[in-house]
T-cell receptor, first 113, second 116 residues
Framework: GAGVSQSPRYKVAKRGQDVALRCDPISGHVSLFWYQQALGQGPEFLTYFQNEAQLDKSGLPSDRFFAERPEGSVSTLKIQRTQQEDSAVYLC???????????FGDGTRLSIL | AQSVAQPEDQVNVAEGNPLTVKCTYSVSGNPYLFWYVQYPNRGLQFLLKYITGDNLVKGSYGFEAEFNKSQTSFHLKKPSALVSDSALYFCAVGTRNSGGYQKVTFGTGTKLQVIP
């Protein structure tokens, strides 16, 4: 597709379960970002990939959060032993160049019961 | 550390009137500045950016923004508002960090309501 694709769009999980969120960036985009957007807030940076290399993971809230991009295209954000405070919209963005704007997917809305 | 302030949670404007959505920023070094719009249950959509050059930046859908270095502001403007402009608007600031990429910080958003 032409844009950033995220799946699933909605995910409901019970507290303690593991979840995996997928991001398919725009073809050829080197840079990939994950953000967490709480209700009524702006996106908060989680992590950054340049191709397959995770160059910045300073925004990951805890060691329960893990992201990978093994072949430099599709990325997965995994959250282990989910907690209620993990409920948020998780946004993925990609860009072609360091001076270009980020293009966002529609996000995955995660609800932890 | 870098930060963005959007002082208005909501801006109401009549259709056809000019609109302004305010943004101020704080950053070390030269800023990259962005405006994004978000519609319900959608991701952020890029409107315009300032990196260098002319202080007045023109973007998508008739929007523009003016970079003011002395006031550290980057207000979003449009000469004539449309009902379809009603959405959530985010200002963002980025800097080129040591890794060579932009690390972007977003504001908390301003809800624009255009009244028919």
């Amino acid at each position: 597709g032409a844009g950033v694709s995220q799946s699933p769009r909605y995910k409901v999980a019970k507290r303690g379960q593991d979840v995996a969120l997928r991001c398919d960036p725009i073809s050829g985009h080197v840079s990939l970002f994950w953000y967490q957007q709480a209700l009524g807030q702006g996106p908060e940076f989680l992590t950054y990939f340049q191709n397959e290399a995770q160059l910045d993971k300073s925004g990951l809230p805890s060691d329960r959060f893990f992201a990978e991009r093994p072949e430099g295209s599709v990325s997965t954000l995994k959250i282990q032993r989910t907690q209620q405070e993990d409920s948020a919209v998780y946004l993925c963005a990609s860009s072609s160049d360091r001076d270009q704007p980020q293009h966002f997917g529609d996000g995955t809305r995660l609800s932890i019961l | 550390a870098q930060s963005v302030a959007q002082p208005e949670d909501q801006v109401n404007v009549a259709e056809g009137n000019p609109l302004t959505v305010k943004c101020t920023y704080s950053v070390s070094g030269n800023p990259y500045l962005f405006w994004y719009v978000q519609y319900p249950n959608r991701g952020l959509q890029f409107l315009l950016k300032y990196i260098t050059g002319d202080n007045l930046v023109k973007g998508s859908y008739g929007f523009e923004a003016e970079f003011n270095k002395s006031q550290t502001s980057f207000h979003l403007k449009k000469p004539s508002a449309l009902v379809s402009d009603s959405a959530l608007y985010f200002c963002a600031v980025g800097t080129r960090n040591s890794g060579g990429y932009q690390k972007v910080t977003f504001g908390t958003g301003t809800k624009l309501q255009v009244i028919p």
